[in-house]
């Protein structure tokens, strides 16, 4: 798992931004072609992360008894869903599917779940703050019968794409045959343990905003947006990058941050 630096940093980020104070989790998507290290990043991160429910293969119904119906999201306890492929859960059939994504767009943007919508003998709305942080390969995300701008999903989490120029290609084998893989291991982050309070000038806010247009700009192709909630993501993204290198305001350094990794949230898939 090398040459993908900036990857591994969203994600980390994403996490991050669970221990931000007054800010909803962070929601990410890596979209990237089979052999892109998109589910070890998860793994590495994730797997062992304390607040993250890691789950292969889920349905809204196994997402609820996993978390003991969402008591660990109410509790602060976990931050993040964390779905490594995305392929599974969206084979079965069409009401399975639709019930799923009903479920992540009520727990990733609006954050109240009416629980018996899902499971039938509790009758309970609970609200909940959670970020999804999954993956899926490039191509079944580019097969239109999928129609993803109509998932609703694909609008409140940030997308990740990236592909491998020839050069990188060569840089990984030659560290497979190393065998240097093989020391991979689960990393645990260093956050805080209590929600810490991120200041983030106006002036620093106002020169996101054409990340944030870029986005929506090439979101449209599947649904028109107007980009106020690319705006809030990139907020809270700056932020969790702040928390993440010890400071309480966002400064230049964590827009300069923010630019080298901007180049791969968007829907481009540019090379690394």
């Known amino acids: 798992m090398i040459m993908i630096e900036p990857i591994k940093k969203i ?7 669970g221990k931000l104070k007054d800010e909803r989790p962070l929601s990410v998507i890596i979209i990237a072609p089979v052999e892109s290290a998109k589910t070890l990043v998860l793994r ?25 119906q969402l008591k660990g999201f109410r509790s602060g306890k976990l931050t993040h869903l964390v779905i490594p492929d995305l392929m599974p859960c969206l084979s079965r059939k ?47 995300f580019h097969d239109k019968r999928h129609k993803w701008g109509r998932m609703g999903f694909l609008s409140r989490a940030l997308p990740v794409t990236y592909d491998y120029k020839p050069s990188t290609r060569a840089e990984i084998l030659a560290y497979i045959e190393r065998q240097e893989h093989l020391q991979e ?14 200041e983030l000038p106006f002036e620093l806010a106002r020169k996101i905003e054409p990340y944030a247009s870029s986005l929506a700009d090439e979101y449209s192709k599947y649904q028109k ?48």
Request: charged share 25%; glycine share 4%.
């Open 94 to 140: 069409q009401t399975t599917v639709s019930t799923l994504i009903s479920f992540l767009n009520s727990l990733i943007e609006e954050g109240i779940v009416n629980i018996s919508t899902y499971i039938t003998h509790i009758n309970e709305n609970v609200e909940v703050k959670a970020g999804l942080l999954a993956a899926i390969p490039s191509e079944p």
């Open 185 to 198: 291991k689960t990393a645990k982050l260093p956050l805080p343990e209590e929600p810490k309070l991120i």
């Open 11 to 17: 994600v980390k980020y994403a996490l991050a931004s």
């Open 225 to 272: 947006v107007y980009g106020f909630r690319y705006q809030r993501q990139l907020q809270t993204l700056v932020k969790a990058i702040a928390l993440f290198k010890g400071r309480d305001e966002v400064d230049e350094e964590c827009l300069d941050e923010l630019e080298e990794v901007a180049n791969y949230i968007n829907f481009q898939s540019n090379k690394i």
């Open 44 to 68: 590495r991160y994730c797997l062992k992360a304390k607040n993250c429910l890691y789950m292969t293969d889920v349905t809204a119904h196994g997402i609820l008894k996993e978390s003991s």
